[in-house]
């Protein structure tokens, strides 16, 4: 089957399949021109771009308020966004959305009979692309990447991060944009920066150069895989160097999620200087970029095999302080409601560090790590894709071998195994130790509920975000700060809370990829149990059996005097340990559900191998 193309501005175009087959409910015109008493759009002029009519993209709209936008962070509150769109300029944005969240809207609500493929509202974004501006551009992009069909696809995210780059530097965003240009006046409730439009599009636009710094930049080198170089190591056509820095100290920090739903007080914001305050608590945007800025500084240390034991085990006290403060703001529980409130961007920021730290300990000890994480060879795969092209240029779905695998089937031999056991260093034992209390925090992470007795009996809802904003407008502009947080209950909108396990539909894509990889992390420990046990002695050390040698022995230099320690022993045994298992392979499978459908089998099937190489581990060890 031919396939059509979609260009990125004057750069290379990126193949995507041809779905002409496939019809939207927008490509049959109707036949009348009335539009609905409050719709924004009439279906006519919707139908003249391809657009589905407004009742199927009014709930499109809906669905990726409620499933994406607490993850994005990229546009306002739904009735800000919508009234500040114009199909004529806008189109291409609508239908990029539309790629997003099909997946899931084609799913969960298939009466709508909206087509539920990224790739075909991708190429009816291309149609209209030139009728974009510079903000819809960058917009594009931003929503193009989101799409697992993209995401997961090294030679089109890759394609897409150059065009972005060249976007932001060409139209001089970071010098326009800079801290210094920008007075702060807090809690200010008069807007300073100039009229609404102008508000509307600098506060988007910085959303989407820092989720841009983030997600494209900082996680999709990890997902590149180790040894996680940075990507302009590795990719002729990026050059950006981020690791100067441009931002940090320069660019404006983003509103925090809350504000920008409403774009009230766009003069309430942190700046650069406030963040290193030892008094200060972050807001959840800034909270993710420093997370963000931590873990680039781990992945560098381990790229270039610069990363001391000591300094690890005894983190420096400002990064210590940071995760004191943002560990406890992620989520909110109203007892009487039976409601746990997350606010993703702070429980994102708590994912990354904890990933961070994962990554960090688990460094020190691979050679006992049976299952290693997925490593990658950039350059010989893309070289690889490049002499394929012709051939795959006809594959039905248009993601191929240029899909980077998301779980490592990477494994080594237990021969041996309890000989490096012996060798370990204290160091080496700390990590491990460390390592089980990161897994434990992560997958509790996953869960949501803080408290486990109320987790069968509590709703979760996700956000910041906004179905409907008008429940700010009626505030009174002398309210301060304070007054106007206390009144935005945006988590009372029934249609926003679920289950635990449905609202995994609403985290960031790249706990997927993160998840995938403590996969391999636990499936080593899963094996491990079998060759140790952890105890305490009588003066608090650590003592470790070796099962396969019947012996014992103790690391003095490592003391079990906290309830947290404690925990760490105890869940050191292969029922625990197999039950975090269980609960991230769960989690992977139903992010799978909503993703592309070549990454959703070939992921399954690299699952399905490595529980099968654990099984046939586990078999000879009984």
């Not at 408290?451 to 009996?457: G, N, Q, S, V």
Request: proline fraction near 4%.
């Amino acid at each position: 089957m031919a396939d059509s193309s979609v260009r990125l501005s004057n750069g290379p175009p990126i193949k995507f399949a041809n779905n002409s087959h496939l019809h939207s409910p927008a490509s049959k015109i109707p036949n009348t021109r009335k539009p609905a008493s409050d719709a924004p759009f009439d279906d006519y002029r919707l139908a003249k771009y391809d657009l589905p009519t407004w009742d199927v993209l009014n709930e499109v709209f809906n669905y990726y308020y409620i499933y994406n936008h607490p993850s994005h962070q990229l546009f306002p509150g739904k009735s800000i966004f919508i009234r500040n769109l114009s199909l004529v300029t806008d189109s291409s944005i609508i239908h990029a959305l539309i790629a997003t969240t099909c997946l899931i809207v084609s799913k969960m609500e298939p009466s709508l009979g909206l087509v539920g493929d990224e790739l075909y509202w991708l190429n009816k974004m291309h149609k209209y692309w030139d009728n974009l501006n510079d903000m819809g551009i960058l917009s594009c992009y931003k929503l193009m990447s989101k799409c697992t069909s993209i995401r997961f696809n090294i030679k089109k995210i890759n394609d897409i991060n150059i065009k972005l780059w060249e976007t932001v530097n060409n139209n001089q965003y970071v010098e326009i944009y800079k801290q210094t240009r920008f007075e702060f006046q807090e809690s200010r409730n008069t807007p300073t920066f100039g009229t609404k439009r102008q508000n509307f599009e600098r506060e988007m636009i910085l959303k989407i150069i820092w989720s841009f710094y983030i997600n494209n930049i900082i996680l999709l080198r990890f997902h590149q895989g180790r040894p996680y170089y940075k990507l302009s190591s590795i990719l002729d056509g990026f050059k950006f160097d981020y690791e100067r820095d441009l931002y940090s100290n320069n660019i404006l920090l983003p509103m925090g999620d809350d504000d920008y739903i409403s774009l009230k007080l766009v003069n309430n914001r942190s700046n650069w200087n406030q963040l290193h305050e030892k008094n200060h608590t972050p807001s959840d945007s800034t909270s993710l970029i420093l997370a963000a800025k931590i873990f680039e500084h781990s992945l560098s240390k381990l790229s270039n095999e610069d990363l001391p034991a000591k300094d690890l085990i005894k983190a420096n006290d400002s990064a210590r302080e940071f995760r004191d403060k943002v560990r406890g703001l992620y989520s909110k529980v109203f007892v009487d409601k039976k409601l746990v409130v997350i606010n993703m961007s702070y429980w994102f920021s708590n994912i990354i560090l904890c990933m961070s730290d994962i990554l960090e300990f688990n460094y020190f000890i691979q050679e006992v790590m049976v299952f290693k994480m997925c490593k990658y060879d950039f350059r010989s795969n893309i070289d690889l894709n490049e002499a394929k092209s012709v051939s795959n240029a006809r594959s039905s779905n248009g993601a191929n071998e240029q899909q980077n695998p998301l779980i490592s089937t990477e494994v080594s031999s237990v021969e041996g195994l309890t000989d490096k056991l012996q060798e370990m260093s204290t160091e080496q034992w700390e990590c491990l130790l460390h390592i089980i209390k990161a897994i434990h925090e992560y997958v509790n992470l996953l869960k949501f509920i803080p408290l486990p007795e109320i987790e069968k009996d509590f709703s979760v809802v996700v956000g910041p975000t906004a179905l409907d904003d008008k429940s700010t407008e009626g505030l009174e502009v002398t309210k301060r700060f304070r007054d106007v947080i206390s009144n935005s209950e945006w988590w009372d909108t029934p249609e926003l809370k679920a289950t635990p396990k449905q609202s995994w539909a609403k985290v960031p894509v790249y706990v997927l990829s993160f998840t995938a990889g403590v996969l391999s992390v636990v499936y080593s420990l899963v094996v491990l149990t079998k060759y140790l046990r952890f105890h305490k002695s009588p003066t608090n050390e650590l003592v470790v059996e070796f099962t396969e040698l019947d012996q014992k022995k103790h690391i003095q230099d490592i003391k079990i005097d906290s309830a947290e320690d404690s925990i760490v022993l105890e869940q050191f045994n292969q029922s625990s340990i197999l039950s975090q298992l269980s609960t991230l392979c769960e989690f992977v499978k139903f992010k799978l559900n909503y993703s592309n459908e070549e990454i959703m089998t070939s992921t399954t099937q690299r699952l399905n191998k490595l529980n099968q190489n654990l099984d046939d581990i586990l078999a000879k060890r009984p």
